[in-house]
């Protein structure tokens, strides 16, 4: 079956940087394009980064552009979110998801990430 686990969480202090994985397994990995959300306390699941299938397109949420990176490596069936220059804002527990043409195939179970000093 179909499933996505994220790593790289953690606790860092405002201006510091994590890099998220996110292993795919049980599904064709490079025929899905993948993107990362992220859910902060009290907020609603919000959309931070999509790449495509063989990774020539990407796209950011404002919020992130210029500080996050998001990358794939489809010989690892891994997607990475390398963030950088984190705020407080930034703090929320991340989300891969794996889609194509609309249809959802798998959302990870999220990985917790904490900007504080």
């Known amino acids: 079956q179909a499933q996505l686990v994220e790593s790289g969480g953690g606790l860092v202090q405002p201006g510091g940087s994590l890099r998220l994985s996110c292993a795919a397994s049980?599904?064709?990995?490079?025929?899905?394009?993948m993107s990362w959300y992220r859910q902060g306390p009290g907020k609603e699941r919000e959309l931070v980064a999509s790449?495509?299938?063989?990774?020539?397109?990407?796209n950011y949420a404002d919020p992130v552009k210029g500080r996050f990176t998001i990358s794939r490596d489809n010989a690892k069936n891994t997607v990475y979110l390398q963030m950088n220059s984190l705020k407080p804002e930034d703090t929320a527990v991340y989300y891969c998801?794996?889609?194509?043409?609309?249809?959802?195939?798998?959302w990870g179970q999220g990985t917790q990430v904490t900007v504080s000093p």
């Open positions: 049980g599904f064709p990995f490079s025929d899905y394009a």
């Open positions: 998801k794996a889609a194509n043409r609309g249809y959802v195939r798998a």
């Open positions: 790449v495509t299938s063989a990774g020539g397109i990407t």
